[in-house]
């Protein structure tokens, strides 16, 4: 009962913050309330004014009166800590499902002195990362944050805090940035090798057809294959995938090879669990693109033709991620 009406109350909160990717912070979007510290030191000062009125100690109303202004001025210097202060998202990259991802806010001081212990944190996780921002500059915060889905998800809403200087008071704002991140599936950690290529069929196959006349060229790399001849594999691929610790061959592809092409899709996965389908072909993608072999992907209604590049593959990963 009580985590649902805090539930509600949490989303009625989040619902009057409007998106955007930038904030400034002014008096109607920054509370203060005391900390455990600061209750503490209320009720010894309490004390201390009750004790000093009792015995009629001119040293204690001294002390108390004292500290309750210096907790007065902490609680104005934390408060103008984040008034003030402006907070940009910048763009977030695309990450994997289950790993670890890192939002980059920036934050801009216009005013001519230090803001000092500055902290963000996606709102609930408490991994907060802390920060000061130079007078007249700026400073970026780098917050991690582990999507467990793919898909095109929104950045989660972001707290900022201080509770500097005295750490009485806690000074705290919630920002919910307009920004989307791309979460790209999890690849299958130990997947097969990859599937066999298909033949090529109509314009593509007769030209393939009559380049093969020149027999023994070689015309691009493709994934080793059980049988391949040792002088057709690439060693020094080799050696450098050694050197990375994968175990990845390839072989030069000859233009009689070239009649076939890499097609990727569900079919040829054998799994019957739509999510590990979409996972192993995301091992499948980066398995050749690692190998730096045309493929192409055939998934839900979407079709990416066969090619290779960095471009290539954030395309069939991003087909993945939405599919």
Not at 50 to 57: F, G, H, P, R
Not at 100 to 109: Q, T
Not at 112 to 125: D, F, L, P, T
């Amino acid at each position: 009962m009580i985590a649902s009406l805090r539930s509600r109350i949490e989303g009625w909160f989040l619902s009057r913050r409007p998106p955007s990717d930038t904030l400034e912070l002014t008096q109607r979007n920054v509370y203060i309330v005391p900390t455990r510290a600061g209750w503490t030191l209320g009720a010894t000062l309490l004390v201390l004014l009750i004790a000093s009125i009792n015995y009629q100690l001119n040293l204690g109303y001294l002390l108390t009166f004292l500290l309750a202004g210096s907790v007065a001025v902490g609680m104005h210097v934390s408060h103008a800590t984040l008034r003030g202060l402006a907070m940009h998202m910048m763009a977030p990259e695309a990450h994997y499902a289950g790993a670890a991802a890192v939002f980059r806010v920036v934050l801009h001081n216009t005013r001519r002195s230090v803001r000092y212990g500055i902290g963000m944190a996606v709102r609930g996780s408490g991994q907060w990362a802390w920060t000061d921002v130079p007078a007249e500059g700026s400073a970026t915060v780098e917050i991690a944050f582990k999507p467990e889905r793919r898909g095109l998800h929104p950045v989660p809403a972001l707290t900022a805090e201080t509770r500097f200087p005295l750490g009485t008071f806690r000074v705290w704002t919630v920002w919910r940035p307009a920004a989307k991140m791309l979460v790209y599936p999890a690849p299958e950690a130990h997947p097969p090798p990859l599937p066999p290529g298909e033949p090529l069929s109509g314009p593509a196959a007769t030209s393939a057809a009559l380049r093969a006349q020149a027999a023994g060229e070689y015309d691009g790399l493709r994934a080793y294959r059980r049988g391949d001849p040792l002088k057709l594999v690439v060693w020094k691929k080799a050696a450098r995938a050694q050197a990375t610790g994968s175990e990845d061959l390839v072989s030069r592809d000859t233009q009689q090879t070239q009649r076939e092409e890499l097609w990727l899709d569900a079919q040829a996965t054998q799994l019957a669990d739509t999510e590990a389908r979409v996972s192993r072909l995301c091992a499948w993608v980066l398995m050749a693109d690692r190998l730096g072999v045309d493929y192409g992907i055939r998934v839900a209604a979407r079709v990416v033709q066969p090619s290779q590049g960095e471009a290539h593959r954030r395309t069939c990963l991003e087909a993945l991620a939405l599919c």
